[in-house]
């Protein structure tokens, strides 16, 4: 298959309307920025709550982008990202249980990833993985890794005991990291997510997902341990001035 028979999706990435993070870019900047790159789909995952406002999606579609409604929940101290859902699907998510319900009573309309699942910061599932592997639809490979530390590996591994697809993504928390790890899948006749989801289920997939340079792990510490603690105590204290 040539380029042209392929587009680019990114399944995990946050803006500033995340409830729980403290992010410098909006919905519109991103869709701007993935139209440049050649980016078809995207899913916007917020932190416990579904990222729905109309005129984003609108704004998508007449860019010839697909938005998925989405988001990044957390149960029992593990992310889950559940894709094509709405609100009331996530209002009575709690445990696993919750989710294995929800998977049964939506069926192959759902799709759930298993984000950073071997990483040290943030809600990964870690060995709890292998025990709900039944809850996931597929497992992330994580953009954060280069060739002498890298937890994707034992995400691979797992993928391939229980054949589960790897969905590369950017889980962009900054605007200049979206764009260069991607999930590709062949063109459909139709952009619907009903068939990207069944593409994503069905393959074949093509992954991109370069080492991070070293700029790149530099950029993302100072990020993570600097910057986003930062913003967050400013705007911990914008609501405590607001009361």
């Known amino acids: 298959m040539g380029d042209d028979d392929w587009i680019k999706l990114d399944l995990h990435i946050h803006t500033l309307d995340d409830p729980k993070d403290a992010l410098d870019y909006s919905a519109h900047q991103l ?26 999606f609108a704004d998508a579609a007449r860019m010839g982008i697909l938005l998925i ?44 990833i298993a984000p950073h699942p071997f990483y040290l910061l943030g809600g990964s599932m870690g060995g709890k993985l292998v025990e709900k592997i039944h809850c996931f639809d597929a497992i992330e490979l994580c953009h954060f890794w280069s060739r002498l530390i890298n937890p994707n590996r034992r995400a691979a591994a ?16 900054q605007l200049h990291a979206f764009g260069s790890h991607y999930t590709s899948i062949p063109r459909p006749a139709e952009l619907t997510i009903a068939n990207v989801v069944a593409a994503l289920r069905e393959g074949p997939l093509r992954l ?12 993302t ?23």
């Open 31 to 56: 869709l701007e920025r993935a139209r440049s790159l050649g980016f078809r789909v995207l899913a916007i995952t917020l932190h416990d709550a579904l990222f729905d406002r109309a005129e984003v």
């Open 69 to 112: 409604p989405a988001a990044e929940m957390r149960l029992e101290g593990a992310d889950v990202i559940l894709l094509n859902v709405a609100a009331e699907d996530i209002a009575a998510l709690r445990n696993f249980d919750d989710l294995e319900r929800l998977r049964a009573r939506r069926g192959q309309s759902l799709f759930t």
């Open 158 to 173: 797992i993928a391939a005991e229980f054949k589960k697809p790897l969905i590369a993504t950017s889980d962009a928390h």
């Open 208 to 219: 991109t997902s370069p080492p991070c340079s070293f700029i790149d792990l530099v950029s």
């Open 221 to 243: 510490i100072y990020f993570v341990f600097v910057i986003h603690p930062w913003r967050m105590r400013k705007r911990g204290w914008r609501m405590e001035d607001r009361r």
